[in-house]
Structure formats: C-alpha cells, structure tokens
C-alpha cells in the first residue's frame, strides 16, 4: 500500500477533482484505492456523494459521523481508553475498487493541538500519541479494504496537519494551474519541503514519538512531478497565454524545486523520471480546462471521462463534441494513471 500526498499551498488548482478522478482511474485499471479528505471543507466528500445540498451533507453526518478522518483520530486526541482503528469507509458504487475515508469539518480542530505535539512532544509525553496517529490511523483503514494506493486530499495551507501528512506520505503530486501564483507557489514549497523533511526526519529519531503507541514513521517522501490544469486548448495545444504560464512552472521545478528537492533526497532517481518520459520539469501530465462538462460530473458524481452519452444529455453536434472530449480526458487520466503506477514501482524496484 502506497500513501501519495496531492498538495499544493494555493487554492483553486484542482486538488480535488485530481484525488477524485486519479482514484476513480487506478481503480478502473484494476487497483483497490482509498481516498482520503482531509480538508474540512469536505469537498472531496460531497463530490463523491453526489451532494445536492446542505441538508444531504447533514444527514450524512449525522448518520455516519464516526466514520470520519477526525472521529478516527479521537482515541489519540481526546486520550481516550481504546484504540485506534479503522474507520468504516464509504463504497463508491459506480466504481468498485474505489472507497473514500470520508472528511469532517470539525478536523481544524485538532489543528493548534497537533502543532503544539509535533513541536512539544519530546518534552510533553502526554502528546507523543498525537503525530504518529493520522499515519496509524490511514494505515489501518487502508489494510481494512486492502487498498494498494492511499490518495490524500489536502487543504490549502501549511499548518500542522498538511506538515504532518505530507511527512508520513510515501510521494506527492503537486497540481499546478497556468497562473503567477503556481509559479509563486513552486518556489515557497522549494523552501518549505526541505523543512519538513528535516522536522520529519528528526521526528522519527526520536524515542517518545519512535516508542509510542501510535509511532511516527520513518519519512520516505519521494516527489512524483506535477500535473497542470485548467488550460484553455486551441487546436489541440494549450492556447498561448497558457503555453507561457506553462513553460514558467516547468522552468520554476527545473531551476528551483528540483534542486532544492534533489539536495534532501525528495527525488526518485532521475533514471526513472526518464524511462517514464517525464522531462526535467517533472510534468507528469497536462489537462485541458473540463468546460461545460464539469457540470455534468458534478451531477452525476462521477469523473468527466466516465460520463455515459446519457449523462452528457446532448444530442447531435453538440454530443459528438461532448463525446470526444470525454475520450480525450479519458486518454489523459488513463496515461496520468499508469505513469503514476509505474513510477511507484520503479522506485520499489
């Protein structure tokens, strides 16, 4: 089982739909999947519930409110006298293989409790519990349904529990969009990555959290590339105000993240970038702006590229568009899909 982090600081580059549409591929290319919300604001498990409205989430919660990411934690964050273990996790129907660990906007929460244990635990025992307890905790939701990949989604921000599941992740994605502020994004994480991985590794030296009931692992954090969105195309490439931003990010990972990345051994060997045909920016794949379509999945809970021609509810010009669009993304995330688990099992290698 392979843990894989989708993270980005910046907002609005698709963190989501990327978890939602990646999973819901591996496991039509036969792997069992685990997707994980672990951003409050639950758009990861509205998307996959097909949500309507307000009163749908409700129910849902207060139907399967011990089923989250935070009431999973609670042993460890509320010391209470029983175990961590897995969560039941919610089945999507329409693609077997897939499972999600639902979210809870009640884990900001624990967000200032775990910053203090990850800073303090060393000198306060009573906190040791606490970092290692998302990772026991993931793990073990994951061996419940024999998932061969775990895919996080992630908020927005560098607090304390993006810190620490990036840490306890085995790679990271980072989605990008065409934009100043992806490229702006790339050189704060050429800074911040590095950080981390030093706290982790001095975290997993140390006897208190090593000793604990729920440990925190040794960091293995491996980064696979990028994947760019949102572009607008124009006869079959991106059109040229989106070329630019693009080439900027490619530059910015060559240049500034790749180094900064290489020099704390956050890289897989560059062979293996190569074999798989990912250039030195590390684009793992490019994917056009969904359109109109996006409306449709959203609807129908279900990813562009599975769309049935009924779903797209369009007929003449306007489905043979719709059709070859969705073939067209299919082809994308099918590609993105296989490099992902090729890169996975070079590095195992």
Not at 301 to 328: K, M
């Amino acid at each position: 089982m392979q843990k894989i982090a989708l993270f980005n600081h910046k907002g609005g580059v698709s963190k989501t739909t990327t978890v939602f549409n990646l999973g819901w591929m591996l496991a039509e290319q036969g792997k069992k999947v685990l997707i994980v919300d672990s951003d409050p604001q639950c758009n990861l498990t509205g998307m996959v519930l097909g949500f309507q409205g307000a009163d749908e989430l409700e129910n849902f919660y207060e139907t399967q409110g011990r089923n989250t990411l935070r009431s999973g934690l609670l042993p460890a964050f509320e010391a209470q006298p029983r175990s961590i273990e897995a969560v039941e996790t919610v089945t999507v129907a329409a693609r077997p293989g897939l499972h999600l660990l639902a979210g809870d906007l009640r884990l900001a929460e624990l967000e200032v409790t775990l910053g203090i244990a990850q800073e303090l635990s060393a000198a306060i025992q009573a906190l040791q519990n606490l970092p290692g307890s998302m990772n026991f905790l993931i793990d073990a939701t994951a061996e419940s349904i024999d998932a061969d990949y775990v895919l996080i989604d992630m908020s927005p921000g560098l607090g304390a529990i993006n810190q620490n599941l990036v840490s306890i992740s085995d790679y990271m994605i980072l989605p990008t969009s065409p934009d100043i502020f992806s490229v702006m994004a790339i050189d704060s994480l050429a800074r911040i990555l590095p950080r981390w991985k030093v706290w982790a590794d001095q975290a997993s030296r140390m006897p208190v959290l090593r000793d604990a009931a729920y440990p925190f692992p040794e960091p293995r954090l491996k980064v696979l590339g990028t994947v760019i969105q949102k572009y607008r195309p124009r006869k079959g490439k991106a059109a040229s105000a989106f070329q630019r931003w693009i080439d900027q990010i490619d530059s910015a990972v060559e240049n500034r993240l790749r180094p900064a990345l290489e020099s704390e051994g956050l890289l897989l060997p560059s062979d293996i970038y190569t074999d798989n045909g990912i250039g030195p920016g590390l684009n793992l794949a490019l994917i056009a702006d969904f359109n109109s379509l996006i409306s449709r999945s959203q609807e129908h809970a279900t990813p562009v590229f599975s769309l049935t021609e009924a779903q797209l509810a369009a007929a003449g010009d306007v489905l043979d568009n719709f059709v070859a669009s969705r073939d067209s993304f299919h082809s994308d995330f099918s590609e993105l899909a296989q490099r992902v688990a090729s890169l996975v099992e070079d590095s195992k290698a």
